[in-house]
């Protein structure tokens, strides 16, 4: 029984050291496949607001019902103290934490701004580009060699790069943040649903190639059943993740709300996708960029071929 204890308590302070997933799905993944840095906080307090992409898990109780439920229920609480912090404690934190954020508080500051200096430009990437625009607060509508710009929020970005990526046209594209209250915001900061801003993707289009119907029906399709949820994309919840489309042209403003309307005609449910005008898109990390292409969280990069129809796996 000591033996169990133990090996429960163990259990459950490893738990406590795991980078957060953006979701329930990827929780397992995480586990199974940490950052290669590892950097626990040193307090309590440390752990709770999370400080980056290998912020650490908020899993604080367990240790201290682990020997109680092992105690009482023996093999099913061993059980319990194993898979417990995956589904609740997680949770119970994010609906603290985003309750926070709609009164305008934060379990942290938001931390330093977001490092610009070893984004990479084009042609691999928009990042650079991108930051130096809202650097200078600008709202792009095309690039200086005539090309279009476009924005769209569908949860987590790492999956939305990677669909525009290999749409044929898209010249290049950049993961960032926009709708926020924070300049330069960090992921740290935009992780805790209180600065205003939603997970984006600015692409760089050629319309002799691709319209802009085209990427709105792409992305539309992409959503699928999340349209219909209010900040919310698959398990990625919270107003960070709200899914919206920003025009940068009032030619693309109306033809996105035009086939938003045709999609609607169609659907028994209110789509709830937000059409407003773009507004100054920041970049995120470089770690963030072209992140699915570079490996994602299991080291096994996915093509980002134009045309290519490979499922999306979402976090790697």
Not at 94 to 105: M, P, S, T
Not at 193 to 218: F, K
Not at 253 to 266: C, G, H, K, P, V
Request: aromatic share 10%; charged share 15%.
């Amino acid at each position: 029984e000591m033996l169990s204890t133990m090996a429960a308590m163990v259990f459950a302070a490893t738990i406590a050291f795991v980078p957060p997933p953006h979701s329930f799905n990827t929780a397992v993944a995480h586990i199974r496949h940490p950052p290669a840095r590892f950097r626990p906080g040193n307090a309590i307090v440390a752990r709770i607001a999370p400080t980056d992409v290998d912020a650490w898990s908020p899993i604080i109780v367990v240790p201290v019902l682990g020997p109680f439920l092992h105690e009482n229920l023996g093999l099913l609480g061993d059980i319990i103290n194993w898979v417990l912090p995956l589904f609740i404690y997680r949770e119970i934190f994010f609906l603290v934490q985003r309750g926070l954020g709609a009164l305008g508080y934060r379990l942290s500051g938001p931390g330093p701004p977001c490092e610009y200096d070893n984004l990479v430009g084009r042609p691999t990437s928009w990042a650079k580009d991108a930051a130096d625009l809202a650097i200078k607060g600008i709202v792009p509508v095309t690039t200086a060699d005539g090309l279009s710009v476009a924005t769209f929020a569908g949860g987590c970005f790492w999956g939305i790069e990677l669909l525009f990526q290999r749409q044929p046209g898209v010249v290049c594209t950049a993961a960032g943040y926009t709708y926020g209250q924070l300049v330069r915001p960090s992921y740290r900061a935009v992780l805790t649903g209180s600065t205003g801003h939603t997970e984006a993707v600015q692409v760089v289009y050629d319309p002799a190639v691709t319209t802009y119907v085209d990427l709105v029906r792409t992305f539309m399709a992409h959503l699928g059943g999340s349209m219909h949820t209010k900040n919310q994309v698959g398990n990625d919840r919270g107003s960070q993740y709200r899914h919206g489309i920003y025009p940068h042209t009032p030619v693309q403003r109306a033809e996105a709300e035009a086939y938003i309307s045709e999609l609607q005609a169609a659907k028994l449910r209110r789509i709830v996708t937000e059409v407003v005008d773009a507004q100054v898109f920041w970049p995120a990390e470089e770690y963030h960029q072209r992140f699915l292409e570079k490996g994602g969280t299991r080291k096994k990069p996915q093509s980002a071929a134009k045309g290519c129809k490979e499922k999306i796996r979402c976090y790697g």
